[in-house]
């Protein structure tokens, strides 16, 4: 594929996926680089509904095909909050910090048997022509009573990997993209995309 735009203008995703669709797409394209674009609400009920909203509307608009995503953090104690709105979950004008705070007085007094989580990633993928495609990817883990750990953003600190006995935030971040739930969903698109060209990946 020559070109795929996706509905972003964070430069530090766009880099990560240019290397991440390596040898299958030839050009990524922020949609801040076609003027007269916008911020599209993500009003939707479920990731998918965020993520295919976003994907069609950078696909109409600059008529080449578009990728989006949508993740967030599910906690189970919590009956699956605080989901689509993780980015937000202390209201408006939250960042990481108060959210995170948010979520360690939600589960105060929860023992760690009770504090099961996952992060979720749905990418979708859509043409010009209207067609959509999705792609899941999820990585669990438990929430700690602290933060660990001074790498990774968002609620990384709090989030337990089992496996390596680190946070996000700990873990290094060749290990992080090769586990994370956006890594698991990246490479059944970057299969798809490659299938579609006629060059399935070994």
């Known amino acids: 594929m020559k070109k795929l ?21 030839e050009t990524v394209l922020p949609i801040g680089s076609f003027p007269g674009t916008t911020e599209v609400e993500e009003d939707g009920a ?13 696909a109409e ?19 699956g909050r605080p989901g689509v709105h993780s980015a937000r979950f202390a209201g408006p004008g939250a960042n990481d910090k108060s959210n995170n705070r948010k979520l360690l007085e939600e589960l105060a007094g929860v023992p760690v048997s009770r504090r099961n989580a996952a992060f979720h990633c749905v990418l979708a993928y859509c043409t010009p022509e209207g067609e959509c495609r999705t792609f899941d990817g999820t990585l669990e883990g438990i929430i700690l ?15 337990l ?12 971040m060749e290990i992080k993209n090769n586990i994370s739930h956006r890594a698991a969903a990246l490479f059944q698109l970057k299969r798809h ?10």
Do not use: C, H, M
């Open 61 to 79: 608009v600059t008529g080449l095909p578009a990728l989006a995503d949508d993740s967030g953090l599910v906690v189970d104690y919590l009956n």
């Open 161 to 172: 990997i089992p496996g390596y006995g680190e946070t996000l935030a700990q873990l290094s």
């Open 193 to 202: 995309l490659a299938e579609s060209d006629g060059n399935p990946l070994q």
């Open 5 to 25: 735009v996706v509905a972003t203008r964070n430069r530090g995703k766009i880099v990560e996926l240019e290397l991440l669709l390596q040898g299958v797409v």
């Open 46 to 58: 479920t990731f998918r509904e965020n993520a295919v909203k976003k994907a069609r509307y950078a």
């Open 145 to 159: 009573e602290k933060e660990q750990g001074e790498g990774g953003f968002g609620y990384d600190p709090l989030f």
